[in-house]
């Protein structure tokens, strides 16, 4: 079985400001917007070249101009997070979850991967910086860094946690998130979710997933 986690509220709870600064700093540096903050965007659930995208056209930037400038957004986006995120991160752990991965790690034919609206090094730093890294493998996963379309994500992931070109199968592969766009991202691909409303959302929001717990301890049940 392959397991889709998402990261913030899922793996981790409030341990996004840092990433949040990051990215309007790197809005602001590449793009020259003044105070990228003066934007309202909803971006739970959201890639962050989608949040950045949303920010600079609400602001007035073109779209010419956004996509001329994206590569350099990332790659200046992951250089504000490593240098503004705190060196441990543990404290933000969804309580039990490391005894969850734990579990599953050790369960015969379950792959560990990410499914993200984190750039993949931003990812890899806050997952580190927590102390669970190790549960992911660096090849695998699907990140905001490989397409702003959260749905576009878990069929990446797939192919790259298959063999010899074929994706993994779709119905031994499960997403695991916080909100309704986790939700649909699964549902575009034709995989089963489970949801936990350790996020902003609560259950009735997240009622569309195969499943809803309240906490990372419930998931092993659930799958």
């Avoid at 809803?212 to 799958?223: G, H, K």
Wanted: one cysteine or more.
């Amino acid at each position: 079985m392959l397991l889709l986690f998402d990261i913030d509220g899922t793996l981790l709870l409030k341990a996004a400001d840092d990433h949040r600064d990051a990215i309007h700093a790197a809005i602001h540096r590449v793009y020259h917007v003044s105070d990228p903050t003066q934007a309202t965007v909803s971006t739970a659930g959201r890639t962050d070249p989608w949040i950045a995208r949303s920010i600079l056209l609400q602001l007035g930037v073109s779209t010419e101009r956004v996509d001329d400038g994206m590569h350099e957004f990332k790659r200046v986006a992951v250089e504000e997070y490593r240098r503004r995120c705190r060196p441990d991160l543990s404290a933000h752990l969804s309580p039990g979850i490391r005894d969850v991965l734990d579990e599953l790690r050790d369960r015969p034919g379950v792959v560990l991967s990410l499914v993200t609206g984190n750039l993949e090094r931003i990812a890899r730093v806050k997952l580190d910086r927590a102390g669970i890294g190790e549960f992911f493998g660096g090849e695998h996963g699907g990140f905001g860094s490989d397409d702003e379309d959260r749905a576009a994500l878990p069929p990446i992931a797939r192919l790259r946690a298959g063999s010899d070109g074929v994706p993994y199968p779709r119905e031994d592969t499960v997403v695991l998130g916080d909100t309704p766009h986790d939700i649909a991202c699964a549902r575009a691909d034709g995989v089963r979710c489970v949801a936990v409303t350790t996020g902003p959302f609560r259950r009735d929001d997240l009622s569309d997933a195969d499943a809803v717990v309240s906490s990372a301890r419930e998931l092993l049940a659930a799958l």
